[in-house]
């Protein structure tokens, strides 16, 4: 469809449609999947995927790109921070582990130049932020 240069979407507006898609299917899970009645603690997870991909949208009409990889595993790490609070469970090893994907991908996007510094951190508190948030709500 000549949509995208390329596989990587190096320019920030080839990026804005994959975000839209990202935001309506999150918001259609968080919604009608896991509804807050049956499955609480997805349901909350979702939401903050949701807030996330709604600020990467966002961001992209501002013509600015922040890392998605290093969104996506801090928002999972605070998200298992928290499932490990509210079940009252020691998942310190899988956190340990996280938390140490966290370094690997964002030494990754920096090796490969795929964003910068500044770029890495907005992408490591987009993911993060929400799901600290939605703490609030579940536990």
């Not at 839209?20 to 299917?25: K, R, T």
């Not at 991909?53 to 961001?59: P, Q």
């Not at 510094?117 to 490591?124: A, C, H, M, S």
Request: charged fraction near 10%.
């Amino acid at each position: 469809m000549k949509y995208a240069s390329s596989l990587m979407l190096k320019k920030v507006k080839e990026r804005r449609f994959p975000y839209l898609i990202a935001v309506v299917l999150n918001l259609y899970i968080t919604k009608y999947v896991f509804t807050e009645s049956m499955d609480l603690e997805l349901h909350y997870f979702f939401a903050g995927i949701s807030f996330t991909s709604i600020t990467f949208l966002i961001l992209s009409c501002l013509n600015y790109k922040a890392s998605l990889h290093s969104a996506a595993i801090s928002g999972l790490t605070m998200f298992v921070i928290a499932l490990s609070i509210h079940l009252q469970l020691n998942l310190i090893i899988g956190i340990g582990f996280l938390i140490l994907i966290n370094g690997l991908v964002a030494t990754s996007r920096l090796h490969l130049k795929a964003h910068n510094t500044l770029q890495l951190i907005i992408g490591f508190v987009a993911g993060f932020s929400p799901q600290f948030m939605m703490m609030a709500y579940w536990i």
